[in-house]
């Protein structure tokens, strides 16, 4: 059984910043690509970054320049530094991880129960 735990999230003013953390935990063989989700009330859930095994990132436009990802291959441990928050970045954010568990040879999508982060103007 794999589990992602996040934590960080909270409430901030516009212009603020916030570091998410999401650890993956249980019988790992190999984690493959971890990214950050978010949704809003009312929309659907959307790719705010991911990061690849290699440490290569991609980012929604809506976040370039302020958010940055990064992982701790030793810990299994992703993180989102948000930087310059503005109140259209209030949402749930949840982890994402494509792990591969021993004697299984497919990798599954596993999340994080998500974490709230709101931002006041």
């Known amino acids: 059984q794999v589990q992602l735990v996040e934590s960080g999230g909270g409430l901030v003013q516009a212009g603020g910043s916030l570091r998410l953390s999401c650890a993956a935990s249980?019988?790992?063989?190999?984690?493959?690509?971890m990214g950050w989700y978010r949704q809003a009330p009312g929309k659907q859930r959307e790719l705010v970054a991911i990061?690849?095994?290699?440490?290569?990132?991609n980012y929604a436009d809506s976040v370039k320049g302020r958010f940055a990802i990064s992982r701790d291959n030793a810990k299994n441990t992703v993180y989102l530094q948000m930087n310059s928050l503005k109140p259209e970045d209030t949402a749930v954010y949840y982890c994402?991880?494509?792990?591969?568990?021993?004697?299984?040879?497919?990798?599954?999508?596993?999340w994080g129960q998500g974490t709230q982060v709101s931002v006041s103007s």
């Open positions: 990061i690849t095994s290699n440490s290569g990132t």
């Open positions: 994402d991880a494509v792990v591969q568990i021993p004697y299984d040879g497919n990798a599954r999508h596993y």
């Open positions: 249980g019988t790992i063989r190999s984690i493959f690509n």
